[in-house]
């Protein structure tokens, strides 16, 4: 529960950070690639896809602790529970996978945006320049790939978590049914619109879900220790 709340903090740290960053108020691809490009920068535009890395692993170990959560059965002593391979159990692994995959798009994009970057403030004539940016908007089209291979595993682990969720007596079918509305009707979105992305975000839905489920965590985890 904590680690899932401290990575939603991050999260939207960075949703709000990035409007700072540099590049953030480019009206073109050239003026983002030459802001990029100054030196003094390049730390700060690396800076929020490096600092993906600690709100995924946050969430990873809240997806692993989740599961481990939806695995107890309060009907039945401990000594008698056994860890099933259900969909609690293969949510928490395509969350894990999803998580990753996020972490390699940012970084990859992160990279391509810097180097290029650097290589556009270096060139020497508009043909390069131009060559350049026709490079960038390739190279970022990489990222669609990536992002839909993201959204696939973590909308299904969310449809699957709210699936366990639903006979619960710890959760029951509120959140597991939000759980699994959200998850269905994102990956339906993202399905229809691929490559591109859908015209409705439903990234802050599914934060939103996956804070919920984190404070569910909490609230159970402490009426625990007072038991």
Not at 11 to 32: C, F, K, N, R
Not at 155 to 176: D, E, K, S, T, Y
Not at 180 to 194: E, P, Q, R
Request: charged share 15%; glycine share 12%; aromatic share 10%.
């Amino acid at each position: 529960g904590i680690c899932g709340l401290l990575g939603a903090v991050v999260y939207i740290g960075l949703i709000v950070a990035s409007q700072w960053m540099p590049g953030s108020e480019a009206a073109t691809t050239a003026e983002a690639l030459a802001e990029w490009g100054r030196p003094e920068n390049r730390r700060w535009v690396m800076l929020p896809h490096m600092s993906v890395l600690a709100f995924a692993m946050l969430w990873m170990v809240g997806m692993v602790a989740l599961e481990r959560v939806l695995q107890c059965d309060p009907g039945r002593p401990s000594s008698d529970r056994q860890r099933k391979f259900g969909p609690a159990y293969f949510g928490q692994l395509f969350a894990i996978v999803g998580f990753a995959t996020l972490v390699a798009m940012l970084m990859v994009q992160g990279a391509v945006q810097t180097l290029l970057a650097q290589e556009y403030v270096g060139a020497t004539g508009e043909t390069e320049r131009q060559g350049l940016i026709q490079l960038y908007r390739g190279l970022r089209s990489i990222d669609l790939g990536l992002d839909l291979a993201w959204d696939g595993f973590i909308f299904v682990a969310i449809v699957l978590m709210g699936w366990a969720m639903v006979r619960h007596p710890w959760f029951g079918r509120l959140l597991g049914g939000a759980g699994i509305a959200v998850g269905l009707g994102a990956l339906t979105a993202n399905a229809w619109a691929a490559p591109e992305p859908p015209a409705f975000d439903w990234g802050p839905l599914c934060g939103l879900w996956i804070v919920a489920v984190n404070v569910r965590m909490l609230v159970l985890s402490r009426r625990e220790l007072k038991d």
